[in-house]
């Protein structure tokens, strides 16, 4: 099992461009998490999905939209990136939405 | 307050001394608490997780965390730091009684001299 990938591992945006993050499991993991994670902030979430077909906002959802594509999917997408959205962008699921979470490698985003 | 707080940014030991990170959360249920560690450039893998069974939680590569509730802390501890061990580790807890919604501490980076 490769568990939780991400693509593309490091990416540079220019300020207005839109780009969409990846996120795949193989799992069969029921929730998946979009976090964001900066310099002394720990990771804060983004949006979540706790099943197929439902998505949610976390506590920082504002400049991003979500999509679960199917069970194993779920992308982040940034419309019209911004420089405060340059951050290390980690994809996690889990099995139900009681369990233990399971992080991918994450992403590093640059927006110029 | 904040749900989670950890009280050292850095720490830097010494190989083959202690490690002590610690940790406080704020709740007013028991809640079930985490540390995850994040190696450079790398994702974040569970080191050990408490569930409200025992107080004393073990958990990976000889890392082990005591719950107290009546002093709210969450501290991870080893006997003995391995030049491994540098990465950064996040105490983290669960943000309501329901669901897996989780809170993260801002995160300690443990140095280890040789």
């Known amino acids: 099992n490769a568990g939780v990938t991400q693509t593309p591992k490091f990416q540079v945006l220019k300020t207005g461009q839109s780009m969409t993050l990846q996120c795949a499991q193989d799992m069969n993991h029921n929730s998946m998490y979009w976090y964001r994670q900066d310099p002394g902030m720990g990771l804060r979430l983004i949006y979540y999905?706790?099943?197929?077909?439902?998505?949610d906002k976390g506590e920082v959802p504002n400049g991003y939209n979500v999509s679960r594509l199917n069970k194993r999917e779920f992308s982040l997408r940034l419309e019209s990136a911004a420089p405060s959205q340059t951050s290390v962008y980690f994809c996690?699921?889990?099995?139900?939405?009681?369990?233990?979470?399971?992080f991918g490698p994450g992403t590093r985003l640059t927006v110029l | 307050a904040q749900p989670v707080t950890q009280l050292d940014s850095h720490v830097s030991v010494s190989e083959g001394t202690p490690v002590l990170l610690r940790c406080n959360y704020s709740s007013s249920y028991s809640p079930s608490l985490f540390w995850y560690v994040q190696h450079p450039n790398k994702g974040l893998q569970l080191l050990l997780k408490y569930t409200s069974a025992a107080t004393l939680v073990k958990g990976i590569n000889g890392f082990e965390a005591e719950f107290k509730k009546s002093e709210t802390s969450f501290h991870l501890t080893k006997p003995s730091a391995h030049m491994s061990d540098a990465a950064e580790y996040f105490c983290v807890v669960t943000k309501s009684n329901e669901g897996n919604m989780l809170t993260f501490g801002g995160g300690t980076r443990l140095m280890v001299k040789p």
């Open positions: 996690a699921s889990t099995p139900g939405w009681t369990d233990t979470q399971y």
């Open positions: 999905s706790a099943s197929e077909g439902t998505t």
